[in-house]
């Protein structure tokens, strides 16, 4: 399984374990990652992700998953989140006509 959000694209980081006698030796620093449970409004189901506590954050500050993959860039997002923003902006495009003729 990979080690990469699939919202955000965070992914390890390399860096040092530094000593006290200050000798380096090479390191991974992985991403804190969660499998969560959002709601989607649009699509009115349930979508699990394997994203970052960072990214977690950032979907509840932009009102929600669909708010969140909307403003998303598609180069950013894995393929099966990469397929729920299809999905969202193609059920906002079919809903909208109906609020203009309501």
């Not at 399984?1 to 006698?21: D, I, N």
């Not at 929600?64 to 193609?90: C, N, Q, T, W």
């Amino acid at each position: 399984m990979s080690r990469r959000c699939e919202l955000t694209a965070k992914g390890p980081q390399v860096g040092h374990k530094v000593s006290h006698s200050n000798i380096k030796t090479k390191r991974r620093f992985l991403p804190n990652l969660c499998n969560v449970t959002f709601i989607s409004d649009a699509l009115g189901r349930n979508v699990r992700l394997r994203v970052s506590t960072n990214a977690i954050k950032s979907v509840d500050h932009r009102g929600g998953l669909d708010a969140f993959l909307i403003k998303a860039k598609a180069d950013v997002l894995s393929p099966r989140a990469l397929d729920l923003k299809r999905a969202i902006e193609k059920k906002v495009a079919a809903a909208a006509p109906e609020k203009k003729a309501g």
